[in-house]
């Protein structure tokens, strides 16, 4: 059984940044697999936000080059989103995926002044 947790959700100011982390636990490597950060803003369909490869390549969405940072601590077990800039149109559910299959429950990011 695959276990993903996000945290470091929250409100924040535009122009801010946030950090978020997603644990996997259970029979999961993340060393081996494609792990990625996905969104769902309201009345939206669920878009990519970042994407690491197994061997460590990025992949971003455009709307967030040079916003975001995707990485990973495979000893952790874990991969984070560091967001910076963050702009209203951020707002969204963050969801953790793992080799696509697996997902988090989401962590909530709302950017407003």
């Known amino acids: 059984q695959v276990q993903l947790v996000e945290s470091g959700g929250g409100l924040v100011q535009p122009g801010g940044s946030l950090r978020l982390s997603c644990a996997a636990s259970?029979?999961?490597?993340?060393?081996?697999?494609?792990m990625g950060w996905y969104r769902q803003a309201p009345g939206k369909e669920r878009e990519l936000v970042a994407e690491?490869?197994?061997?460590?390549?990025?992949n971003y969405a455009d709307s967030v080059k040079g916003r975001f940072t995707i990485s990973r601590d495979n000893a952790k077990n874990t991969v984070y989103l560091q967001m910076n800039s963050l702009k209203p149109e951020d707002t969204a559910v963050y969801y953790c995926?793992?080799?696509?299959?697996?997902w988090g429950q989401g962590t909530q990011i709302t950017v407003s002044s």
């Open positions: 690491t490869s197994s061997s460590g390549r990025a």
């Open positions: 995926n793992a080799a696509g299959n697996h």
């Open positions: 259970g029979s999961i490597f993340i060393k081996f697999i494609s």
